[in-house]
């Protein structure tokens, strides 16, 4: 059961414009939702994350948006740099019992962004 | 400030054998998580330290075991190596408390089991 989806494992986008990325959710018990770049052979590096509590959160060129209702988020990168081609993760913590929760995370599959000068 | 780092950072052992895995944390951080990355199943949680105990646990057999020691370093353990365990070994690190979930990775363990 994938309590964390990334349905699309792909992405092209021209530089300079936008890149969407989606992530989907079904586990109500998450309340702060990250997202991660990732190169081959190196860790996940930390981009941008969103509590529960907002729809919004921006971050220069990154900006993620969640709708709880839909369960959904997202992550818009604006302009596109080719620098930007690599694989992205969203990830989703649950809600803290007493700060429990916190080093949990669920991770989508990703998806491989490429991004063409 | 140092990030996260693991050692050693690529690892090759015969099926049978067991392995030590180690992640020195950022200075600061208490939290430290450790993730399995395969192609097949992709990020997985393995287990987290905070404060030197064990606060979650995945879904993984009871082969793999962790600890953490004072100084929030913490070491991965697998026993009784499987051909399936074969992946990447994520360390992560976090403050582990207040309203800061972010988690910042090492660069990963690549251990091959043949």
């Known amino acids: 059961d994938q309590q964390v989806k990334q349905n699309s494992p792909s992405l092209s986008v021209q530089e300079g414009r936008i890149s969407i990325l989606n992530c989907d959710y079904t586990n109500s018990m998450f309340d702060y939702f990250l997202w991660y770049k990732k190169y081959p052979a190196e860790g996940p590096t930390f981009l941008i994350s969103?509590?529960?509590?907002?729809d919004k959160n921006e971050d220069g060129r990154f900006t993620v948006f969640l709708n709880k209702s839909a369960k959904h988020l997202s992550l818009h990168i604006v302009p596109s740099q080719p620098g930007d081609s690599a694989v992205y993760f969203c990830a989703a913590s649950p809600k803290s019992a007493g700060g429990t929760s916190y080093g949990k995370l669920t991770f989508g599959q990703g998806t491989i962004l490429t991004v063409h000068p | 400030k140092a990030g996260v780092t693991q050692t050693p950072r690529y690892l090759i052992k015969t099926r049978g054998q067991q392995v030590t895995l180690s992640c020195s944390p950022i200075?600061?951080?208490?939290?430290v998580s450790w993730y399995q990355q395969t192609p097949g199943q992709g990020l997985q949680f393995l287990f987290e330290?905070?404060?030197?105990?064990?606060?979650n646990k995945g879904n993984f057999p009871g082969r793999f075991s962790g600890r953490q020691f004072s100084n929030s370093r913490s070491e991965m353990n697998v026993s009784t190596l499987e051909l399936g365990d074969s992946a990447l070994y994520l360390c992560a690190s976090s403050l582990g408390w207040g309203s800061s979930y972010e988690q910042y990775f090492g660069p990963g363990t690549r251990l091959t089991v043949t």
């Open positions: 330290y905070f404060s030197e105990t064990q606060r």
């Open positions: 969103i509590s529960s509590i907002k």
């Open positions: 200075s600061g951080h208490r939290s």
